[in-house]
Every structure is written in C-alpha cells, then in structure tokens.
C-alpha cells in the first residue's frame, strides 16, 4: 500500500507505480474519528497493492505519514490537490475509484464549521459528475446516523437511478471499491 497525502505529488511513473489503482478517501475528517486506516486495510485486503489518497494532515508520528510516497509538496491550497486527485481516481487514471465514507460524528470539529460541510460538497459535485460522465468511477458508503443520510441517498437515486445504492459497511465499500482495481467499470447502472 502506497499512500500520497497533502500537499505531496509524487511522480508515481517514475516510481513505477502507474499500473496500480489509485483511490481518493473522500469523507468528513475533523470529528469523524481516523476511519482512513481501517478503509486503507480493508482495500489492501480487498484491492491488493494499491496507491491511497487520504486528505487528512498527519503528523510525522502517524503510519499513513511514515509509509507515504516521497515527492515534491506542491504550493496550492488543499482543495486544489484534493480535487487533482479526485479526478484522477474517478476518471483519468485508468483503474480506482473514489470512495466516499460517510462516518458518524465523533468528536467536535475545531474550527466551528458544521460536521462534514466539506464532504456534502464533493458528494453534490460528484453524483453531477456521474450523472454526465457515465465512466465515473465512486463509490459510497455511510454508518447509519450520518446526518442527513436519508436525503443523500435519495439525492443519489433521482439523479442515478434507483439501482444506486449507499454502502452501510465499511467491507461492502472496500470491495466495491476493488472492482475497480480490476478494470475501470462505470458505476451508474450497475448493481454489485
């Protein structure tokens, strides 16, 4: 497992990583517990060897920060790399996915802005991007008390039909996700 976190961009050919999938950890951060490590194994298991995106800032102490791929760090805001790499995993690079993990929250944010702004955000922008690009590669899963889950999903359903489902555990995420390790599907219209 291969992980690239803010603001690094590796050259991933050079390191001849270009024929693993990559995958893009989308989902709330500050109040939603560390769920990064535990997807990160569960795709290693499902997924094998693989390139993870996970936006979270660790600190050196941290495995995911130990174990990530050198490069240069990149001067642009966050949300510039992130939605670099959003598209990379869903469309441009040739196998992966982006998985959204909706985590209940468990502990208060720190900067006084509502539990998972950020995430609804992305995931209004993406069902608009599956529901044009028919390659998009996302996958999504949520735990049972996300807020506002009901609402998400049926967003997801108008929008992509009713065949579109919102994972509730973290295993059925991981091996959707691993789907698209194999070759790159579109996800709208079918059913895993």
């Known amino acids: 497992m291969h992980f690239?976190?803010?603001?690094?961009?590796p050259d991933l050919h050079s390191q001849g990583l270009s024929a693993l999938p990559l995958f893009f950890l989308a989902g709330p951060i500050q109040g939603a517990g560390d769920w990064h490590v535990r997807m990160?194994?569960?795709?290693?298991?499902?997924?094998?060897?693989?390139?993870?995106v996970n936006p979270s800032r660790y600190d050196g102490r941290h495995e995911h920060y130990r174990h990530q791929l050198d490069g240069p760090e990149?001067?642009?805001?966050?949300?510039?790399?992130?939605?670099h790499y959003l598209r990379q995993a869903a469309i441009d690079w040739h196998a992966g996915c982006i998985i959204f993990w909706l985590a209940e929250q468990v502990g208060p944010r720190t900067d006084g802005r509502?539990?998972?702004?950020?995430?609804?955000?992305?995931?209004?922008?993406?069902?608009?991007?599956?529901?044009?690009v028919r390659n998009a590669r996302v996958v999504v899963g949520a735990?049972?008390?996300?807020?506002?889950?009901?609402v998400i999903e049926r967003n997801f359903q108008l929008a992509l039909g009713a065949s579109f489902r919102i994972s509730d555990t973290m295993e059925e995420v991981a091996a959707r996700a691993a789907v698209h390790a194999q070759q790159s599907l579109p996800l709208v219209g079918r059913d895993y």
């Open 74 to 83: 990149v001067d642009i805001r966050q949300t510039d790399w992130e939605r």
């Open 143 to 150: 735990e049972k008390d996300f807020p506002g889950l009901s």
């Open 4 to 9: 690239i976190l803010p603001k690094k961009r």
């Open 114 to 132: 509502p539990y998972a702004s950020d995430t609804r955000g992305e995931l209004g922008e993406w069902r608009g991007h599956m529901m044009h």
């Open 40 to 52: 990160s194994e569960l795709l290693a298991d499902s997924a094998g060897n693989s390139i993870v």
